[in-house]
């Protein structure tokens, strides 16, 4: 697949100011915001076939530092009578063995309480959003988190604003390696 072909997709620029790639989309922060400019973006550009999400994560079952690319999107938070007979308003699978992220509509800083329901991995504020746009229109998504912060840490949002840079080297390194395959 053409480089040219995949987009690279975050909500801050923070979070992936290293990463060279033909392709770039800031979104904002949130789910409303993500799903908003990505949907727009592969409207006007129908040649996109993959987009890749370089962003931070709290973790829950990974340690801080750690790189997850993440397959199961799970819309946090969100809940109503019959859900379970529209299983993709709650969970999205782009494999069938992977972590699993949550994306809420605020900062989480407290242990989720569907983290004891469902096994997640990490939560943040926009991949499910990503994840189900990518799905309407038929393209490929990749998701890879970097673990800034966990729950119920001490300072979790100022840790999160020192760590949320940091991941863009690593993110580079990934960009490498799928541009290479």
């Not at 997709?9 to 979104?27: D, Q």
């Not at 969100?78 to 308003?89: A, K, R, V």
């Not at 490929?140 to 840490?153: A, P, Q, W």
Request: hydrophobic letters at 35%; charged letters at 30%; a negative charge.
């Amino acid at each position: 697949m053409s480089k040219s072909k995949i987009l690279v997709v975050a909500a801050l620029y923070k979070e992936i100011h290293t990463v060279n790639c033909p392709r770039g989309l800031i979104t904002g922060i949130g789910k409303t915001n993500a799903a908003l400019k990505l949907s727009k973006y592969l409207g006007e550009n129908p040649e996109v076939e993959k987009v890749i999400n370089f962003g931070t994560a709290c973790g829950i079952n990974y340690k801080i530092g750690d790189v997850i690319e993440c397959t199961e999107f799970i819309n946090g938070g969100f809940s109503y009578p019959g859900i379970d007979n529209n299983p993709d308003d709650k969970i999205i699978q782009t494999s069938d063995y992977g972590p699993s992220v949550a994306s809420f509509d605020s900062f989480v800083t407290e242990f989720p309480e569907e983290a004891w329901d469902r096994a997640i991995d990490c939560v943040d504020m926009e991949a499910y959003a990503y994840a189900k746009v990518c799905k309407e229109f038929d393209v490929e998504f990749l998701c890879h988190k970097y673990i800034t912060d966990s729950c119920e840490e001490d300072e979790q949002e100022s840790n999160w604003e020192e760590r949320v840079s940091d991941g863009s080297n690593l993110f580079e390194i990934v960009w490498e390696n799928v541009r290479k395959s």
